[in-house]
Each structure stands twice: as C-alpha cells, then as structure tokens.
C-alpha cells in the first residue's frame, strides 16, 4: 500500500489574512502586520495581539451548543477547502475520513461574555450554553456538519496541539482507521489566556521579537488552519513528524533543548532526510526568554548556522492551540513558492548569549523553493513536536 501522505491546499483565516492568498503576502513582505494593539479582549489593558479582523460566516444554523466563535473560524477555513473534502467524501465515503483538530480554548470567550451578563442580570443569556467551551467542540461540529463518520477528536497540548493534530491524522490513515483526515487547529482570543500567561509574565505589550536580545513575551493570536490528509497525490507530502515530551517543568523547557531536538531529530528519520535536506525551519519563536534559548540551541545543534530559520509570531500572534497548524500553513506556501523565505521580523538586535542561526532577512530568498521545510511547535511541559514537508 502506498504509504505516502499528501496534504492538500489548506484553508487558513487568522491575523496575518483571512486566506491562503493573504497570507502568503503577508509573510513574504518587508514589514510586519496582522498583529496590532487590542484594547477589547482583556479589558482595562493594552497588549498587542493577533486578532482576526475579517468577518466570519454566521454560525446560527449550527447547535446552540456548536455556536462559538472557534467554530465560526473553522467555517470560515472549512469554506476554502470544501472542494479538497467533498472530492475526499466521494472518493472514500464519508465514513472512512475522520477529524483531527487541536484547541486550546474552544469556547471560553462565550462563557466570559456569559458570565459577565450573568454577574449584571443574575441569569445567563438565552444564547448561551456551557458545551460551547467543551474542548472536543470543534472536532465534533466539523464532523457531524460534513456527516462523517470516521474517528472524530481533538488534540489539547497547548502550543504543540494542532502540530500534533496533523501527526494523530497521519497515524489513523496508517493504522487503517481512515482513508482521509481532517486535520488542523483553532483557537479563539480570549481574556483568560491573556490574563494567564500575563501572570507567568510572559506576554509582551509591545509587538513581539524573537530571538532579540530585547524580548520580553508573547503575542497572543487566535486563528484556524485546515488540511484534508491523504494518500490522494497533491503537491505537498507531510513526510515526517516527531514528538517527545521532557516532563521538565508545568509551563519552562527543558533549558538544553534536548526534547526539541529529539523531536526534530525524530521527523528527519521518520521522513528518511538528513539534516542538510532541509531547506527552511519555521520557528516556534514565542519570543519569550526561555523558549528562544532552548530552541536556538536545539537547532544550532542539529543544523548548525547556516539554515534560513524564522518566527513567524510577529504577523500571527502565537495561536496556541491552532499556532502549529497555522504554521504548517506557512511552511505549505514555502515549499510551493518561488524561493522566498517567511521574514523574520524583530528589532535586529540580536541576543550575544544565543547561537547566532540565520534568521531571514526582508527580501531574502533562495534560487528555487526548498523542496523539504521543517515546523516547530512547542508546548508547556515539554510536549514537542516538529512537523516536515516536502514538494518534489
């Protein structure tokens, strides 16, 4: 049996643009945008963040309890792809595809809007219901809407989740559970997790800078990516993923970036490559103290200097659950472009105490696209993962 798996042209809506077009200009050009100063999603405070500023399809034909703005962003991601997953339904049968999604706060915006007419009216408003924040929300929405009647779950890591969702749809077409997944990540702005990781202080008001010697946090964003995994031929093969798990400490990596090389080490073997195959790194690149030295060290180690690497946090806002499907989405167009790179935006101010790994400059580009890219995605305690596509 072939056992080459194809991901087909994403759909993808997050602050960077409401589609693969948009995208794709946003992360080819000189300056950074998409992130901008938010006033609205944690009141009383000013943070930049990623935020989707295009309209979203109307989600009222849907479950009381389906009807989230998460939800919302996977129809609009969904719309983009639809041909890829009706194409998939006739060739498969609807109950050979299954769903594969990573989140992280599902519908916790609805409840907070809830809860906060709940503290003024003393009763929750009509339109609310306590299973749109139910994790499993979106993976359960997307399959009963398609009528699919393959495996249909969600992946919930933090920031490895909707690497990992692409990496659990591989496994179940392997296993002979699916013929075809549905596979990506979402996730929506909310006070809570802005509230949250300020209190780790890990958020940044200011646009973030990875790998700058300025950094100071994260960029929260929110958007979804979707793919449909086959083994139906496409342009662009997921050929390897990896994943560990440190079990260093609940929110800080492991300081050496050993599970992030083990990770990445893990995808090349499982993708048959060695370390000179590869062409592009996208970065997890959270801009956080921490994270940016692990994973410096990590890549440094493997792949020494001379790789183009790049963060793309600065255009999207670190997405968290749905970051590493958003990402794939990045490195998809890398590998079917013309040679230009993702740039990476910060304030060239570069950190004496990190490897010094090339960081993509504006306007940088090779002679042709890199036929095999690589995508970090890491996670509070020490869940990893790496993804590898390649166009041949």
Same mark, same amino acid.
């Given at each position: 049996?072939?056992?080459?798996?194809?991901?087909?042209? %994403?759909?993808?809506?997050?602050?960077?643009?409401?589609?693969?077009?948009?995208?794709? $200009?946003?992360?080819?050009?000189? *300056?950074?945008?998409?992130?901008?100063?938010?006033?609205?999603?944690?009141? @009383?405070?000013?943070?930049?963040?990623?935020?989707?500023?295009?309209?979203?399809?109307?989600?009222?034909?849907?479950?009381?309890?389906?009807?989230?703005?998460?939800?919302?962003?996977?129809?609009?991601?969904?719309?983009?792809?639809?041909? +890829?997953?009706?194409?998939?339904?006739?060739?498969? @049968?609807?109950?050979?595809?299954?769903?594969?999604?990573?989140? +992280?706060?599902?519908?916790?915006?609805?409840?907070?809007?809830?809860?906060?007419?709940? /503290?003024?009216?003393?009763?929750? #408003? #009509?339109?609310?219901?306590?299973?749109?924040?139910?994790?499993?929300?979106?993976? *359960? =929405?997307?399959?009963?809407?398609?009528?699919?009647?393959? %495996?249909?779950?969600?992946?919930? /890591?933090?920031?490895?989740?909707?690497?990992?969702?692409?990496?659990?749809?591989?496994?179940?077409?392997?296993? @002979?559970?699916?013929?075809?997944?549905?596979?990506?990540?979402? &996730?929506?702005?909310?006070?809570? /997790?802005?509230?949250?990781?300020?209190? !780790?202080?890990?958020?940044?008001?200011?646009?973030?800078?990875?790998?700058?010697? $300025?950094?100071?946090?994260?960029?929260?964003?929110?958007?979804?990516?979707?793919?449909?995994?086959?083994?139906?031929?496409? %342009?662009?093969?997921?050929?390897?993923?990896?994943?560990?798990?440190?079990?260093?400490?609940?929110?800080?990596?492991?300081?050496?970036?050993?599970?992030?090389?083990?990770?990445? *080490? =893990?995808?090349?073997?499982?993708?048959?490559?060695?370390?000179?195959?590869?062409?592009?790194?996208?970065?997890?690149?959270?801009?956080?103290? *921490?994270?940016?030295?692990?994973?410096?060290?990590?890549?440094?180690? !493997?792949?020494?200097?001379?790789?183009?690497?790049?963060? /793309?946090? #600065?255009? $999207?806002?670190?997405?968290?659950?749905?970051?590493?499907?958003?990402?794939?989405?990045?490195?998809? !167009?890398?590998? =079917?472009?013309?040679?230009?790179? %993702?740039?990476?935006?910060?304030?060239?101010?570069?950190?004496? &105490?990190? #490897?010094?790994?090339?960081?993509?400059?504006?306007?940088?580009? !090779?002679?042709?696209?890199?036929?095999?890219?690589?995508?970090? +995605?890491?996670?509070?305690?020490?869940?990893?993962?790496?993804?590898?596509?390649?166009?041949?």
């Amino acid at each position: 049996m072939n056992d080459i798996l194809y991901l087909h042209a %994403p759909g993808v809506v997050c602050a960077a643009g409401a589609d693969l077009d948009s995208l794709r $200009t946003a992360v080819w050009a000189s *300056q950074p945008s998409g992130v901008a100063l938010n006033t609205s999603v944690w009141p @009383g405070h000013a943070v930049h963040l990623g935020a989707v500023q295009a309209a979203l399809p109307s989600v009222d034909h849907l479950p009381l309890q389906a009807r989230s703005r998460n939800n919302a962003m996977l129809l609009a991601a969904l719309a983009q792809i639809r041909s +890829s997953v009706d194409a998939a339904i006739d060739a498969h @049968g609807a109950h050979r595809i299954g769903v594969v999604l990573g989140t +992280s706060t599902s519908g916790v915006s609805e409840s907070e809007a809830a809860m906060a007419v709940l /503290t003024r009216d003393g009763a929750f #408003p #009509p339109d609310f219901h306590v299973a749109q924040q139910e994790l499993g929300s979106p993976a *359960q =929405t997307l399959s009963r809407l398609l009528g699919l009647g393959g %495996p249909s779950y969600v992946v919930s /890591t933090a920031c490895s989740s909707g690497a990992k969702a692409l990496a659990s749809g591989a496994r179940l077409i392997r296993a @002979g559970l699916c013929d075809a997944v549905l596979v990506g990540g979402v &996730d929506t702005l909310c006070g809570m /997790t802005v509230a949250g990781f300020h209190a !780790l202080d890990s958020v940044d008001a200011a646009l973030c800078r990875p790998m700058s010697a $300025t950094r100071a946090g994260i960029n929260i964003g929110e958007g979804a990516a979707l793919f449909m995994l086959s083994r139906s031929p496409s %342009p662009v093969r997921l050929s390897g993923y990896g994943e560990s798990s440190d079990a260093h400490h609940i929110s800080a990596p492991e300081p050496t970036g050993r599970g992030a090389l083990a990770a990445m *080490q =893990t995808a090349l073997q499982r993708a048959g490559l060695s370390p000179a195959d590869i062409g592009y790194l996208n970065l997890h690149g959270t801009a956080t103290p *921490q994270n940016d030295a692990m994973e410096s060290r990590a890549v440094a180690s !493997l792949f020494g200097l001379d790789l183009p690497c790049s963060s /793309t946090k #600065p255009l $999207t806002g670190h997405a968290l659950g749905a970051a590493g499907a958003i990402e794939a989405a990045i490195a998809w !167009l890398t590998v =079917t472009g013309d040679g230009r790179l %993702p740039v990476h935006h910060f304030d060239g101010q570069r950190d004496a &105490d990190l #490897p010094a790994i090339r960081l993509v400059s504006p306007g940088e580009r !090779l002679p042709q696209a890199p036929r095999h890219v690589m995508s970090n +995605s890491f996670a509070f305690g020490g869940n990893n993962a790496c993804l590898v596509l390649s166009h041949d």
